[in-house]
Structure formats: C-alpha cells, structure tokens
C-alpha cells in the first residue's frame, strides 16, 4: 500500500481528522456544482466544517510535489 508523503495531516488540524493521515492525490477528481448538490443530497458526500487557510495552502502544495496526482489536475495548482 501506497502512502504519499506529500500532505501529512496530524490529529487535531482538522475535527473530522482523528489518527494521522494523508491526502491521497491519487483518488482526486473534479465535480460539477450538479454533482456534487446531488451528492449531499443522496447522502453519498457528507458536508463537514471548512478546513483553515493553513492546511488548505498544504493540500495545495503537496498537489504541486505529489507523483500520483493526475496531470491534468496538477496544472491547476500551478497557479497557486
């Protein structure tokens, strides 16, 4: 199993995130406003508390590093 080390989380830098974990780039995928309304809507996405500024610039930086994100989607954060 695969762990990237690209974005490391630890337990109380976010409430929902309770052991240490990662970002796993690999499963990354864009949704449509649609999609995602429709998600939540069925249950199959769950709505949490915003992330801080902090860990979010982390998410996105370790998108620029990891070598499992998908291409397409690392030219996004190039812009960040």
Known sequence: RLQDSSCIIEPGEHSFVKVRSFINYRYARVLSYTQIFNG????????KEDISDELLKRIQNGAKTTKFLDRNLKSWFELF
């Open 40 to 47: 939540l809507q069925k249950g199959l996405l769950i709505r």
